[in-house]
């Protein structure tokens, strides 16, 4: 064997594990970001926005941190981790953050597809008699940059773990 033939193995495998920790980082980054952006559209379309009154406290578009209880700590969790693992993280930890981002793109699909409510009623009160609104919550682009950021950390685990 000669001496190119050693090292340029090493050096892809260098390379696809240095490309696999800036995803990793890139999607720790967008998950967390992803936190302070609209995850849920609580009021009607604009139109009908301006004869809808929210009660007090529910804001028209939440973020994560206003819809959730408990599920926006785990993703700020993940995202450090994350973070974590791909400055000082070995193939088990790789691993373990895999099932976490599976499990927190799981529920980013899941609450696009079912958009988070503050389960707050919206009353109409122009109509002759005040009635409430049905449920008109919309996907906000809080979901949209957490599934892609997600998808980019698992995307960079495995290329990591492909290298090692």
Same mark, same amino acid.
Not at 19 to 41: K, M, P
Not at 56 to 63: D, I, Y
């Given at each position: 064997?000669t001496f190119a033939e050693?090292?340029? =193995?090493?050096v *892809?495998?260098?390379a *696809?594990e240095a490309?696999g920790?800036w995803?990793?980082?890139a999607?720790a980054?967008?998950l967390?970001?992803? #936190?302070?952006? @609209?995850?849920s559209h609580?009021a009607p &379309? /604009?139109?009908?926005?301006v &004869?809808v009154?929210?009660? /007090?406290?529910?804001?028209?578009? =939440? @973020?994560a941190?206003?819809?959730?209880?408990v599920?926006?700590?785990?993703?700020? #969790?993940?995202a450090?981790v994350?973070? +974590?693992?791909?400055?000082?993280?070995? *193939?088990?930890? *790789?691993l %373990?953050c +895999?099932?976490?981002a599976?499990? %927190?793109?799981?529920?980013?699909?899941r609450a #696009?597809?079912?958009? =988070?409510?503050?389960?707050?009623?919206v009353?109409n009160p122009v109509?002759?008699?005040?009635?409430y +609104? =049905?449920?008109?919550?919309t996907a906000?682009? %809080?979901? @949209?940059?957490?599934?892609?950021?997600?998808?980019?950390a698992?995307g960079g685990?495995?290329l990591? #773990? @492909?290298?090692?």
């Amino acid at each position: 064997m000669t001496f190119a033939e050693v090292t340029v =193995p090493m050096v *892809r495998a260098y390379a *696809r594990e240095a490309i696999g920790d800036w995803l990793i980082v890139a999607g720790a980054v967008g998950l967390f970001v992803s #936190l302070f952006l @609209t995850w849920s559209h609580q009021a009607p &379309s /604009p139109a009908e926005a301006v &004869s809808v009154v929210l009660p /007090p406290g529910v804001p028209a578009n =939440p @973020t994560a941190w206003q819809v959730y209880s408990v599920t926006e700590v785990f993703l700020a #969790l993940v995202a450090a981790v994350l973070l +974590l693992t791909a400055l000082i993280g070995g *193939r088990r930890a *790789r691993l %373990g953050c +895999l099932v976490a981002a599976g499990i %927190g793109l799981a529920f980013a699909l899941r609450a #696009l597809g079912a958009p =988070p409510t503050s389960d707050a009623n919206v009353l109409n009160p122009v109509a002759g008699i005040p009635q409430y +609104l =049905p449920s008109s919550a919309t996907a906000g682009v %809080g979901e @949209t940059v957490a599934i892609a950021a997600l998808g980019a950390a698992i995307g960079g685990l495995a290329l990591s #773990l @492909t290298a090692e």
